[in-house]
Each structure stands twice: as C-alpha cells, then as structure tokens.
C-alpha cells in the first residue's frame, strides 16, 4: 500500500517549483499548481493533497485508486487525470467547478453521473472501462443534460455500446470518439450528424458500421465540417467529387424509376403505327387475287428487274391504286418500240421493190 503523503507531493513537482531552503513546507504546498503523481502505486490520497490550494492540474493516473479523491478543497482543479486506476464509480467531482478536462479512462466504471455539477467540462475521457460481461457503459440523462452546455470532446471507445441516440444533446461536440464498440446502425449516425454541426474529428473505427458498403463514402457526404474520420483527413476536393458522384447517382436511380413507372402504368411514348395502305414513299403491287405486297428495300438494279418482271401479271396494271407506277411504264416503252421497228421493216421493203 502507498499513501499519499506530503513528502510524496514535494517530489511530484515541477523542477520550477522546487521547495526552498527557507521556504516553509505550507507556504510551498499553496504555490503548486501542477502536481506529477502518476504511476506511483498510490492507493490511498488522504487529506494532504488539501494543503495544495492552487492546484490546477494533478496527474494521478496509473495507480490503484479504488475511488475518486476527495479533492473538495483543490476547488481551482481545471485538469484531473485519473485514467488506468481501479475506480468503479464516479464521485467526489461536486466542488471541482472550474473543472475543464477529466480524463477516467480505463476502470471499472459502468455509469456516467455524479458530474451535475461541472458546468465548465469541455472535455470527458471515459474510454475502455472494464465492464462486466455482457453490459455496456450507461449514461445518467441528468449529467448528460449539464454536458449538454458545454462538452466538446468525448471519448467513449470500447464500452460494448451498440447504440449513442441518448448522447444527440451534445450539439457542442467537436470531437467524438467511439472505436471498439458495437455500433451498427449508419442511419442513426446520419441522425447525429444532422445535430453535431460543429463535429469535425469522428472516429468510429472497430465497429460493426465500418464493414458496410462505401460506409466511409456516405458519412463523407452526410457532413459538411468532419475534417477526420477514423484517422484519416477528408479533404473538400474528395468530399465534392463524392457528392457529384451520389447526386449522379441518384439522378440515375430516379430516371430509372420514372422508366418503370410508365410502363407499369401504359403511359411510355411509343412512335405511331403506320398504316401500310397509305403509304406512298413506297411503290405498292396487287398481287393476284387482290393481296397487296409492299417492296423491301433491295439495290437499284435488282429492284428494277422484279419491276420489270412484275409487269407480265395479269391484272397488275389496272389494280394499282395511284398514277401509273414504274413497272406499267417500263411496259408500254417496249409496246412502242416493237411497234416503231415493224413500221421501219415495211419501209425498208417498200423501198427495196
């Protein structure tokens, strides 16, 4: 067992403040201000430590505390390190008024409270307590509800969390870290991030939330002040071109679903059917026994050759139902010109007689 003892307390300062030789033992403990004290086995403070009137910051962590100090008289306290101790409740802060940072980290703590009344608190360390097995770290809503006005920093890694929706009233948070837990739910992170509008470092590393797809991608574009997550930074280049990316993204997504809409409800925009009985860019044929055939588009030459072969079907020529078609044309050339040769064969033989 080691109890803190005056003797203990002259060897924990600073070399600034060394004890004199004419200096008196009470007026030296009430000009220290900074108190080294950490991994010395204390186990036990006492009141000697209320000698040290002018104390503001005193590091005791690395001991074996089995409680919080009663430091009712260091009523200047504005920094107090107690982490990696034995500490399984959270007392003795009532009079630390001026408090501003508590680090607790790293005992056996397993309820947030009994700091009503440290209305100046900017920053709360209460990682990795070694929690029974199967509880995770509570939070009492009447400390929560005096963080509210003032925390910024919070530091709650690895206490079996699977849900922080109680800590939303904390808007002053700049900081928040909550690795090794067991958080899995990104939609009440986006909740949070929409009230922490001052948030610029959030670490959420070793959580069941990490293995979600692009789940780095989606905090990125849910906030606008996060400069680092899980220890990386976000620079605004990334972040912008991961918000063109999703709105790119969704403006896919949305004209997809309008496709699909319309064609569930008959209402897509189809060309019009054409009526090939009234079509006139194509020439048209009746084919025997009155059944109408349209042309397939073929080469000119091949073209021509069914036109002029369709000419000898009987009927053709007087079933088409427009002006006369290039088929009855090529048809009546030839009558013409067999016709002009006879002529010219009879005048030959005239002549010749």
Known sequence: MVRLTIDLIARGTSGYTKKKRDESMEHFLKKITHLYLEDRGIDEVGDDLSLCRNLTVLYLYDNKLAKVPNLSQNANLTHLYLQNNEVSKMECFANLRRLTKLYIGGNAITVVEGIERLEMLQELHIENQRLPSGEKLLFDPRSLAVLSRSLQVLNVSGNNLDTIRE????????????????????????????????????????????????????????????????????????????????????????????????ISNGETELPPVRDHRNRNDVPGFMMPGGASYIMPGLPKKQFEDILARSSSLPNSANKLGREETLGSKAHSDLSTTKKRRKKKHKKVAITNM
Request: charged share 30%; with cysteine.
């Open 167 to 262: 800590l939303q009233c904390l808007t002053g948070l700049t900081q928040f870290m909550a690795n090794d837990n067991q958080l899995r739910d990104l939609k009440e992170i986006a909740h949070l991030l929409e009230t922490w509008r001052r948030l610029w470092r959030l670490e959420l590393a070793d959580n069941p939330i990490c293995h979600k797809p692009k789940y780095k991608d989606r905090i990125i574009i849910m906030s606008n002040t996060i400069e680092v997550l899980d220890g990386k930074e976000i620079t605004d280049t990334s972040r912008q071109f991961l918000r063109n990316w999703a709105a790119s993204k969704l403006k896919k997504k949305e004209g997809l679903s309008r496709g699909s809409t319309l």
